[in-house]
């Protein structure tokens, strides 16, 4: 018989391994599931539902209600994507800077596979997300001027 959650978590406060175990267990496939969605990339996911995790066990206190842990972990595991989503974009990005102002030693190919790796990424992100990001660095569009499109979307 399942624990009920509200014990689970009051338990994981305590810091108590079983428990910790069985919250991992029990919410880890989900978790994966989502990261999985948001990222297209399962090292990504599972690098941002590890550190969802650490996280949320870290700040279990910050909880209030104990049965709001499903949503509160899918808010945590959202910001560890888009954080993870940020890094891999501004890894690509000073990338593209320094292929821009001949720092790089990469072929014309090379560059062309650069390129379309970044083309395939924001393909690959869900449509709101991609959505902004092409308004936001394709189109230069400003942050108003983004939220406005994607709110008629």
Same mark, same amino acid.
């Given at each position: ?13 305590? /810091? ?6 069985? #919250?991992?267990? *029990?919410?880890?496939?989900?978790? #994966?599931? #989502? ?14 539902? @590890? ?18 842990? =499903?949503?509160?972990?899918? @808010?945590?595991? *959202?910001? @560890?994507?888009? /954080? ?13 800077? /320094? #292929? @821009? ?7 014309? =190919?090379?560059?062309?596979?650069? *390129? ?13 997300? %991609? ?19 994607? %709110? /008629?979307?």
């Amino acid at each position: 018989m399942k624990e009920p959650l509200a014990a689970l978590v009051e338990r994981c406060r305590r /810091r108590e391994e079983d428990a910790i175990a069985e #919250l991992v267990s *029990r919410f880890r496939n989900w978790a #994966l599931d #989502l990261a999985n969605a948001l990222l297209d990339d399962a090292s990504l996911a599972e690098d941002a539902v @590890q550190e969802a995790f650490t996280t949320a066990l870290l700040r279990l206190n910050d909880l209030w209600d104990p049965l709001a842990f =499903p949503g509160w972990l899918r @808010q945590i595991v *959202r910001t @560890q994507a888009n /954080r993870l989503l940020r890094k891999r974009r501004e890894v690509c990005l000073e990338d593209e800077t /320094r #292929l @821009q102002q001949g720092g790089s030693p990469m072929s014309e =190919p090379e560059r062309n596979d650069l *390129r379309e790796y970044v083309r395939e990424v924001i393909r690959g992100l869900p449509p709101v997300i %991609r959505d902004t990001t092409e308004l936001f660095y394709h189109d230069k569009y400003g942050c108003s001027s983004v939220i406005t499109a994607v %709110r /008629r979307h």
